[in-house]
């Protein structure tokens, strides 16, 4: 039944039978999370082989010592391999520890302090007291948000469409405004929408350094590179490819990790830019580190070997997070298709299902939810400052929870969308 | 022959020795480096169990399953057994990545950027625009005043004595400038001197905080706390137990690592201060890290096991270690013993042998040496600014080289001394 097809009475009607399921589930004590993207345990025993696979052999291919001291930016086995996954030159990589949100945090507080090339290129000389400013596409992660605001910078929400940021608005804000120095990207499989970005839209980004004012960076954090939930997966067009064309390589900095390839909290983390943009980057970064852990970069190495083997790893993970992804749409297609209370992606990778329901109804939802012992991404966490003008978007995480544990949580889900949906039509 | 008691005659005889031994040593061809303060290939060896040690069993006492996310400041295993490495309570630490450097440029720029407490405390708020400083006992480690100077904290040396930093300089000036916000300390086997610091020096360290302006901070860098080279080497006092007594737990951060217990470039590295002060760096740490490498954690854990075993492990450390030092000594103690033309450190433990030239002559000895092919750390290194005011003060790290390559080293380097002090008496 589409909800605008209702009448006030079926309405009612359906709202009292709602209640009285939501009363039962509420005495079912249930105990759920679809908060959390982390991979499950069965994922991470995928890589269990990690620990062990040196055998005794702690030297990179050049006979270097991996144990010791040295070795600002990686292994160069690790820039080969990591390079091929977010599609650079391996002398655009550098790696670095177990996570990439430490080279994110990096890469801008330099930026910001010390400057994207000299001293006079801070992003705080530039500003002199003023607000820096960053464009958020939205709904996005709430990571890269946080991050910001810790480091004073002023996030402007853009929109996000189905192929990627809406490149007018981008443009013309960073046209607009020389204030404007970042945006964050996650271009494949974009947390929490699944969205791919489009050729259009990654050549315009590539374009941004043309535009936008001085000391601009383009923060692509292609955490979800290879992160494929079926074959033939939409590609993402190569943007440092796009740049070279556009002579913008200065402009962006790319990331990634093996955090959701290997060990969520004991991969390899790496970024990509420039050879210009590293040597500053490494210059300020030799300050605070003797450099990352070689040894752990050794062991991807020997366990990942090569984009063919990583690739079949990759469709191992799918595999397991398949029937999950299915349990959500399923549920969402079966109890919500059609009716008028809400939409949502259909991702073909990475860790989410974006849930949008009528404006107004996302903290409500999320709170029902919670009532009856299903926890929920908290509502307005996938926009700065916590503030979804619509109050609408929900990110639904379900790799970490069995698929048993899943189709109870839906259940829940759909319940609380329908009722809430009813509740605010009766009210209206 | 000492150099005061050689008539100028006696002295231009062996000055012509000693250029006709310098030529033929240059004509040796000799490539040796003293610069590195870097365990042994022989040394790393004794970790190489650590790859291999989980043996598929990547979850914690409690049951957690170590490959995932979570977990900001380490594993309880790791806080317990690190703890007593630096002599804290276990509720005291917090593990960081694969070197403490990161942890001091992380806590200092917090300080300094956000806070040691609350906004209010950040030193940049403070300083209104002023500079912030930091005492340097000296000589000491570049690595600190690098971090310093990076951060655009000023260092004020002060003077390094047998038992530790000049207190009597040290209070006077924390006294006399609320300026003054930190102060390096490395309180046993000092880089380079090899210095323990006694009773009465950890006592009045850890009262800096009553007399020192609001937001001080000891930064403890116990790098060497178990690098001991020989059987009853003298204890570091309790710095924390002082500061308990005197209620002055948050005036202090101390840091460790396992970096020259295990690998120098995948060990892990630790923190320590007072719960308060550590709930403080975590709020912050939270924005840029999904936190540190758990899995290298327990496998620490499971190979060092206790203090012990830890202690035991260490002992083959000073085993491999103890000849080399010998060969530094022996080749100081024969060839320059009673000569009056420089004095030396004898360490208990540590990396390195401090060896102070008379006045004005360290440059012109490492550059003589490095003319007969031995690289020596660059004088100066061992000062703020890289300014040694006497330019006598050159560190000498025998870790890294074999016995007989040190020897080869040490017979140029001697030379050197001696015809430098010559070559300065004759011009007098």
């Known amino acids: 039944m589409r909800l605008d097809q209702a009448t006030p009475e079926q309405l009612r009607e359906w709202q009292t039978a709602l209640n009285e399921q939501y009363k039962s589930l509420q005495q079912a004590g249930l105990n759920l999370d679809l908060t959390r993207g982390k991979p499950s345990a069965e994922q991470l025993d995928l890589s269990n082989a990690l620990d062990g696979i040196l055998n005794g052999t702690y030297t990179d291919d050049s006979g ?30 550098m790696i670095g520890g177990n996570g990439s949100l430490t080279l994110m945090y990096f890469a801008v507080q330099t930026a910001l302090q010390h400057g994207v090339a000299d001293a006079d290129s ?16 939205v709904p996005g992660y709430d990571r890269h948000f946080a991050l910001c605001e810790h480091l004073g910078i002023e996030l402007i929400p853009v929109t996000m469409n189905a192929d990627g940021p809406d490149m007018d608005q981008v443009e013309q804000l960073v046209k607009a405004d020389s204030s404007i120095k970042g945006i964050w990207c996650v271009p494949r499989f974009s947390n929490p929408t699944g969205t791919v970005y489009s050729e259009q839209v990654v050549q315009r980004i590539a374009k941004l350094g043309t535009i936008a004012g001085a000391n601009f960076r383009v923060f692509w954090d292609n955490a979800y590179a ?4 079926q074959e033939n997966a939409t590609a993402l067009p190569n943007l440092m490819d796009y740049c070279r064309a556009a002579g913008t390589e200065d402009s962006v900095y790319l990331f990634g990790s093996t955090s959701k390839i290997t060990f969520a909290g004991a991969g390899v983390a790496f970024m990509a830019s420039s050879p210009a943009n590293l040597n500053v980057l490494k210059k300020h970064l030799s300050f605070n580190t003797i450099g ?28 397991i997070m398949q029937p999950r992804f299915n349990a959500v749409l399923t549920s969402l297609r079966t109890e919500l298709g059609d009716s008028g209370m809400g939409s949502w992606t259909e991702p073909e990778g990475g860790y989410f299902v974006s849930f949008d329901s009528r404006p107004g109804l996302a903290r409500e939802i999320v709170k029902m939810a919670a009532g009856a012992g299903v926890k929920l991404t908290p509502a307005g966490a996938t926009f700065p400052y916590g503030n979804d003008p619509q109050d609408s978007n929900i990110r639904l995480a379900p ?21 809430a949906s009813i509740n605010q039509a009766l009210a209206a």
């Open 399 to 419: 790799t970490y929870p069995t698929v048993a544990e899943i189709e109870k949580a839906m259940a829940v889900f759909v319940l609380c969308v329908k009722l």
């Open 292 to 319: 990352p852990d070689k040894v752990n970069q050794l062991r991807h190495v020997k366990f990942l070997k090569d984009m063919g083997t990583l690739n079949q790893h990759m469709a191992k993970h799918a595999a």
């Open 226 to 229: 290879v992160h494929t939930l």
């Open 122 to 137: 801070a992003w705080i000389k530039e500003s002199a007291g003023a607000s820096i400013k960053f464009l958020a596409p």
């Open 64 to 93: 270097t010592d991996l144990r010791n001291y040295g070795g600002l930016d990686g292994i160069p086995e690790a820039k080969q391999l990591f390079a091929q996954i977010i599609d650079v030159k391996p002398e655009e990589v």
